[in-house]
């Protein structure tokens, strides 16, 4: 019986991989042994018909795109400063939103500071509400004699609580009620400004798409 | 085709260099993976993976034989696409008629340049050799089909397969004889010239 050290002899006997010595050792133990003999016949018989095999063409080109190998095209170097330009007007539009929301809120506090002495700015607006909202409801109603003096007191009441205020036969001085101070000041930062903020953004992001298109074209 | 060249500049990230490879080598790597998964579909993805590999892991090419080191990306996305396929049905490379019977000479295998002897010839063969190499385990039939049909030497064989000369050389004489054990099984639908070959020299 052959051994499996005889078998890979044999294989590479065919191949031509053995040194002449081994080579010449190995024929002469084939030629006293017909188990070796047949063994190599068939080696070289399996050999044969896999090297007779049609090769295949292949069905179709292989060839790889830049998308399949995730590589990018090389961008002109204006894109990175209209990528900086949509970044910053981005950023500044945010700003100037962010400054124009919270500016009149913290004007806005401060006549409500001054009219009601030590009174948080917070509670300024809703106590007012609560005193205007009797007058609303129950016009017809006379107003109590205290009333008067304490809606003088409020600087920043609106104003229908003074026509309110006359019909019930009270006399209410209405200059307090429409101090300019008592509204909110305008905006710092101009729309026209947050406008023109707004068109770099855009146009900026605009020409770096067409760029991108662009160079991903002509890549092609 | 420079090769080396083509090589340095694909290693630059060059696509048209590689590219050119690609259509140099895409026909034996085609033929690499169909014989040792069996199924044209599952090739042809095995090869695109292959290729793909190849380029993402060019830089890491550090010289000798371009073939050996590309036929090994090859095997890897063959061996991949058999634990794949293991974990999911398959369908067969004889697709089946209305019947639900097997064609005799699928459409995709016919060769124009062939007369229908000739054709249905070859088909036997191929069909009888695919049987016997899809009976092999996966080491043995990647070792035998880059040795003996892509005639691929012991050490492009060993680089492509990362596996020692040595077990190269025993898997080949194995994965022969089992293979002629199995084809005797065919003798019949061989032709002549394959019957034979065993006795000639």
Redesign the interface.
């Known amino acids: 019986m052959m051994n ?1 050290r005889d ?2 002899l ?3 006997y065919l ?1 031509g ?1 053995l040194t002449p010595t081994e080579s010449a050792r190995l024929e002469s133990r084939i030629a006293a042994d017909p188990e070796m003999e047949s ?1 190599l ?24 795109t ?1 998308k ?2 995730g ?1 990018n095209p090389p961008l002109p170097r204006a894109y990175s400063f209209f990528q900086f330009s949509t970044a910053f007007a981005s950023l500044l539009l945010v700003f100037t939103f962010a400054l124009n929301v919270l500016t009149p809120r913290l004007n806005y506090v401060g006549p409500i500071n001054t009219g009601w002495g030590g009174m948080g700015g917070g509670a300024a607006p809703q106590m007012m509400e609560e005193a205007a909202a009797p007058a609303a409801e129950a016009p017809a109603l006379e107003m109590p004699a205290a009333a008067a003096p304490e809606m003088e007191a409020l600087p920043t009441a609106s104003a229908d609580i003074a026509p309110m205020a006359k019909e019930s036969g009270q006399e209410v001085e209405s200059a307090p009620l429409t101090q300019p101070e008592a509204n909110p000041p305008a905006a710092p930062i101009p729309v026209s400004w947050q406008a023109l903020l707004l068109a770099v953004g855009f146009i900026s992001a605009a020409v770096m798409f067409v760029l991108r298109e662009q160079a991903k074209r002509t890549w092609r | 085709m420079d090769e080396t060249a083509l090589i340095q500049t694909a290693q630059r990230g060059d696509l048209d260099s590689f590219n050119t490879l690609v259509l140099h080598y895409q026909d034996m790597a085609f033929n690499v993976a169909l014989r040792i998964l069996g199924d044209e579909d599952l090739a042809q993805d095995a090869t695109q993976d292959a290729f793909i590999s190849a380029f993402k892991s060019i830089a890491s090419f550090r010289g000798g034989s371009f073939k050996a080191w590309l036929m090994r990306t090859v095997t890897n996305a063959c061996l991949d696409e058999l634990r794949r396929k293991k974990r999911r049905p398959t369908t067969p490379l004889e697709p089946d008629t209305e019947d639900g019977d097997e064609m005799e000479s699928p459409r995709w295998l016919a060769d124009p340049n062939m007369t229908p002897e000739q054709q249905s010839e070859a088909d036997e063969i191929e069909h009888a050799i695919q049987h016997c190499l899809d009976d092999l385990p996966a080491e043995f039939r990647s070792v035998v089909v880059l040795a003996d049909i892509q005639g691929m030497d012991y050490n492009e064989v060993a680089t492509a397969t990362k596996v020692p000369l040595g077990t190269i050389k025993s898997r080949l004489a194995r994965a022969r004889l089992r293979l002629r054990e199995c084809l005797r099984g065919f003798e019949e639908l061989l032709p002549a010239a394959f019957r034979l070959e065993g006795e000639r020299r």
């Open positions: 499996t078998l890979e044999l294989s590479s191949d991989q063994a016949a068939d080696l070289r018989a399996a050999r044969n018909i896999l090297r007779k095999l049609p090769q295949r063409k292949a069905p179709r080109n292989f060839t790889l830049r399949m190998v590589q």
